[in-house]
């Protein structure tokens, strides 16, 4: 499913992009710290001055955010690893960094960057807190000095996927030379911390003290550290198999003239494939899928064809593909099945689930 998110242009050739949650929680807390934090440290000013400094202070956080994920950027182009874009989320931010030209070492430099720019702007602004002469501005850095130096020492915990769990998986990487394994590691610590944090969140909020982010933020990273080590997984398995030995030759297809009625009743109900290849002669001309079906009004599903609803595959693969490089090349095109093509004559396709099925299959032999 495709993050929703708006590009805000490019920095280092970086994407950078807002999902869509930033705006609520933007308001959220420029809201709380206009109508709580501030008042309690500063309350001499007006409403309109809480909410001028409540807002600066919000946009400066995510900036803060935003240079905390470009340093980790920075190091990786310094270190030759691609990063195509940074996602800032509520209450952080996600680079996307190729696993390509990784190891242990890079990987190391390029967790602990971000907690060191964290503190470098902690220390920045407490600084500005100190001799700043304008009200405003030391206010807003009293805030902001505390909030960078709280996101250092939270993104330094050593659970996978915060940067000091990246830290540690680094470090085991090395010594175990097996980045499985200390996914693993590292992302059971994550999956403790995530369970810690949820916990001290809940208890808080029935003694009234409002800790509804610790739970959110808990739950988030438990099944962040989930997904990190099923993503390594899938590359471990995927990455030493190619195409051919993961391709599905005995599949279901449909003729162009197949009715809509009949690719519910006679396809989709009948047999467990998501999606069915349209061919005619041995020649693809494409796709369907249940979501296809579901756009088409049912009383003109006796009516209407295979061929009208059906979407064309321009891509193809290989048999001697990387199993891998083919999911990411899917994953990134937006495409869920690929034909296997030789001699202009279809051998067979590969879909997504048919090789993460391959992948639980290995899992659960192994």
Same mark, same amino acid.
């Given at each position: 499913?495709?993050?929703?998110s708006?590009?805000?242009?490019?920095?280092?050739g970086i994407?950078?992009?807002?999902?869509?949650?930033?705006?609520? @929680?933007?308001?959220?807390?420029?809201?709380?710290?206009s109508?709580?934090?501030?008042?309690?440290?500063?309350?001499?000013l007006?409403?309109?001055?809480?909410?001028?400094?409540?807002?600066?202070?919000?946009? /400066?956080?995510?900036?803060?955010?935003?240079?905390?994920?470009?340093?980790?950027?920075?190091?990786?182009?310094?270190?030759?690893?691609?990063?195509?874009?940074?996602?800032?989320?509520?209450?952080?931010?996600?680079?996307?960094?190729?696993?390509?030209?990784?190891?242990?070492?890079?990987?190391?430099?390029m967790?602990?960057?971000?907690?060191?720019?964290?503190?470098? /702007?902690?220390?920045?602004?407490?600084?500005?807190?100190?001799?700043?002469?304008?009200?405003? @501005?030391s206010?807003?850095?009293?805030?902001l000095?505390?909030?960078?130096?709280?996101?250092? @020492?939270?993104?330094?915990?050593?659970?996978?996927?915060?940067?000091?769990g990246?830290?540690?998986?680094?470090?085991?990487?090395?010594?175990? #030379?097996?980045? #499985?394994k200390?996914?693993?590691?590292?992302?059971?610590?994550?999956?403790?911390?995530?369970? @810690?944090?949820?916990?001290?969140?809940?208890?808080?909020?029935?003694?009234?003290?409002?800790?509804i982010?610790?739970?959110?933020?808990?739950?988030?990273?438990?099944?962040?550290?989930?997904?990190?080590?099923?993503?390594?997984?899938?590359?471990?398995?995927l990455?030493?198999?190619?195409?051919?030995?993961?391709?599905?030759?005995?599949?279901?297809?449909?003729?162009?003239?197949?009715?809509?009625?009949? /690719?519910?009743?006679?396809?989709?109900?009948?047999?467990?494939?998501?999606?069915f290849?349209?061919?005619?002669?041995?020649? /693809?001309?494409?796709?369907?899928?249940?979501?296809?079906?579901?756009?088409?009004p049912?009383?003109?599903?006796?009516?209407?064809?295979?061929?009208?609803?059906?979407t064309?595959?321009?891509?193809?693969?290989?048999?001697?593909?990387?199993?891998?490089?083919?999911?990411?090349?899917?994953?990134?095109?937006?495409?869920?099945?690929?034909?296997?093509?030789?001699? #202009?004559?279809? #051998?067979?396709?590969?879909?997504?689930?048919?090789l993460?099925?391959?992948?639980?299959?290995?899992?659960?032999?192994?």
């Amino acid at each position: 499913m495709r993050i929703k998110s708006v590009r805000l242009g490019k920095i280092l050739g970086i994407d950078i992009e807002l999902h869509y949650t930033w705006f609520l @929680i933007f308001a959220l807390l420029a809201w709380a710290l206009s109508a709580g934090f501030f008042p309690h440290y500063y309350p001499d000013l007006t409403k309109t001055e809480y909410w001028i400094i409540g807002s600066a202070a919000s946009i /400066l956080l995510f900036v803060s955010v935003l240079l905390h994920e470009l340093t980790h950027s920075f190091v990786a182009l310094r270190n030759r690893i691609s990063v195509k874009k940074i996602t800032l989320f509520f209450f952080g931010g996600v680079a996307q960094i190729s696993d390509e030209n990784i190891t242990p070492s890079k990987e190391f430099k390029m967790a602990i960057a971000g907690p060191l720019m964290s503190l470098l /702007l902690a220390a920045v602004f407490y600084l500005v807190t100190r001799y700043s002469a304008y009200l405003y @501005i030391s206010a807003i850095a009293f805030y902001l000095t505390r909030l960078n130096l709280i996101l250092a @020492i939270f993104n330094l915990v050593p659970g996978y996927p915060l940067d000091g769990g990246r830290a540690l998986r680094a470090f085991l990487w090395g010594y175990y #030379k097996d980045i #499985k394994k200390a996914t693993k590691y590292a992302a059971s610590g994550g999956k403790i911390f995530g369970i @810690i944090l949820a916990t001290v969140g809940i208890l808080g909020m029935f003694l009234g003290l409002g800790t509804i982010w610790f739970v959110l933020i808990g739950i988030f990273i438990y099944f962040l550290a989930g997904m990190g080590y099923e993503q390594v997984v899938i590359k471990d398995v995927l990455s030493k198999i190619k195409v051919k030995q993961v391709m599905v030759k005995d599949f279901i297809s449909v003729k162009p003239s197949t009715t809509i009625a009949k /690719l519910f009743s006679n396809y989709f109900l009948r047999y467990s494939q998501d999606v069915f290849p349209v061919v005619e002669k041995n020649r /693809l001309l494409g796709i369907v899928t249940a979501e296809s079906i579901n756009m088409v009004p049912k009383r003109k599903w006796m009516t209407i064809t295979a061929e009208h609803i059906l979407t064309p595959l321009k891509a193809a693969a290989k048999e001697d593909d990387n199993a891998y490089k083919t999911l990411m090349r899917m994953s990134s095109q937006k495409i869920g099945l690929l034909p296997i093509i030789k001699n #202009k004559r279809l #051998k067979g396709i590969v879909s997504i689930p048919s090789l993460l099925r391959c992948v639980r299959l290995k899992v659960e032999v192994d």
